[in-house]
């Protein structure tokens, strides 16, 4: 079993397969168990690919700054833990492997799990990974960023406010400029000073229309001013950290891309919380 093929969850799952099994050392994608969530045919012909297809995929700037993506967050991970956070939690996880691959440190610091993500797409990864009977340290919670409240994940987040890291791994450009926003609010209100949130965003101006939909009529966009950036988080009361665009990423994570197409659309955040 595996999860449904919700188009970029599964796509993105597939690349990081491919990377994993197709890759030299220096450019192998660090997730090694996205496999499980993949239908097993799929895996066959992942395994199978040809290298004109490898080629084409590689050709592509997404491809590559996948890789550097996921090193990325998962530094943020690492760096997050070493900072004493005491809950972890992950919005729009889809087929994100994070929960599983650092078990090791989530049980030994004690730090609480929690995947928020559609009810389809969480509830499928919850009956997955039941069958999983030593990753029960992982909460799941059906959440749609879309919604203009969200009364359950407030109730999670509770009144004793723990140092927290919120991560939201490629979920902005899907939703609604107002309800993204909000939602950062939320989370600046509901978290402890010194709390991380980490989450990546589509510059506007490129590819506006880049996941528009009914419901999503007006997606989130930032501009690349690091001054506009910390400025529009300060009002929502989280203090950037750091930024950096995604063809940066690309060069300062992935190895010897001389001549290789960087993609050049989006940027990354890391936030503390301070309050308002």
Same mark, same amino acid.
């Given at each position: 079993?595996?999860l +449904?093929?919700?188009?970029?969850?599964? !796509?993105?799952?597939?690349?990081?397969y491919?990377q994993?099994?197709?890759?030299?050392p220096e450019r192998?994608?660090?997730?090694?168990?996205?496999?499980?969530?993949? $239908?097993?045919?799929?895996?066959?012909r992942? *395994?199978? @690919?040809? =290298?004109?297809?490898? #080629?084409?995929?590689?050709?592509? +700037?997404? !491809?590559?700054y996948?890789?550097a993506?996921?090193k !990325?967050?998962?530094?943020i991970?690492?760096d997050a833990?070493?900072?004493?956070?005491?809950?972890?939690?992950?919005?729009?996880?889809?087929?994100?492997?994070?929960?599983?691959r650092? /078990?090791?440190?989530?049980?030994?610091k004690?730090?609480?799990?929690? &995947?928020c993500?559609?009810?389809?797409?969480?509830n499928e990864k919850?009956?997955?990974? /039941?069958?999983?009977?030593?990753?029960g340290?992982v909460?799941?919670l059906?959440?749609?960023?879309?919604d203009?409240?969200w009364? =359950?994940?407030?109730?999670? @987040?509770?009144?004793a406010?723990p /140092?927290t890291?919120?991560? @939201?791994?490629?979920? #902005?450009?899907y939703?609604?400029?107002?309800?993204?926003?909000?939602f %950062?609010?939320?989370?600046?209100t509901?978290?402890? $000073?010194?709390?991380?949130?980490? !989450?990546?965003?589509k510059?506007s101006?490129? =590819?506006?229309d880049?996941?528009? #939909? &009914?419901?999503?009529? *007006?997606?989130?966009? %930032? #501009?690349?001013s /690091?001054?506009q950036?910390?400025?529009?988080?300060?009002?929502?009361? %989280?203090?950037?950290d750091?930024m950096e665009l995604?063809s940066?990423?690309? *060069?300062r994570?992935?190895?010897?891309l001389n001549?290789q197409p960087?993609?050049?659309?989006?940027?990354?955040l890391?936030?503390?919380?301070t309050?308002?």
């Amino acid at each position: 079993m595996a999860l +449904p093929d919700m188009s970029n969850s599964m !796509y993105v799952a597939r690349l990081r397969y491919i990377q994993t099994i197709h890759e030299s050392p220096e450019r192998r994608n660090p997730d090694t168990m996205v496999r499980h969530f993949m $239908p097993m045919m799929l895996r066959f012909r992942t *395994k199978m @690919l040809g =290298k004109d297809e490898l #080629s084409k995929l590689r050709s592509d +700037p997404f !491809y590559y700054y996948l890789l550097a993506r996921t090193k !990325y967050y998962d530094q943020i991970v690492s760096d997050a833990f070493a900072d004493g956070i005491e809950r972890f939690v992950m919005v729009g996880c889809g087929s994100d492997t994070r929960s599983y691959r650092f /078990k090791d440190t989530l049980l030994n610091k004690g730090i609480k799990v929690l &995947e928020c993500d559609q009810a389809a797409a969480i509830n499928e990864k919850k009956r997955l990974t /039941k069958q999983w009977q030593h990753f029960g340290h992982v909460e799941y919670l059906a959440i749609d960023l879309n919604d203009h409240e969200w009364p =359950k994940f407030e109730h999670w @987040l509770g009144a004793a406010k723990p /140092k927290t890291l919120v991560m @939201l791994e490629g979920v #902005s450009p899907y939703i609604n400029e107002n309800t993204f926003s909000d939602f %950062l609010r939320l989370l600046a209100t509901h978290l402890a $000073p010194g709390s991380h949130v980490a !989450y990546d965003f589509k510059i506007s101006g490129v =590819k506006d229309d880049f996941g528009r #939909s &009914e419901r999503t009529e *007006k997606p989130f966009r %930032l #501009s690349t001013s /690091k001054e506009q950036t910390a400025a529009f988080h300060k009002g929502l009361g %989280l203090q950037l950290d750091h930024m950096e665009l995604s063809s940066e990423l690309s *060069k300062r994570l992935v190895p010897n891309l001389n001549g290789q197409p960087l993609f050049e659309e989006d940027g990354l955040l890391h936030l503390r919380v301070t309050g308002i």
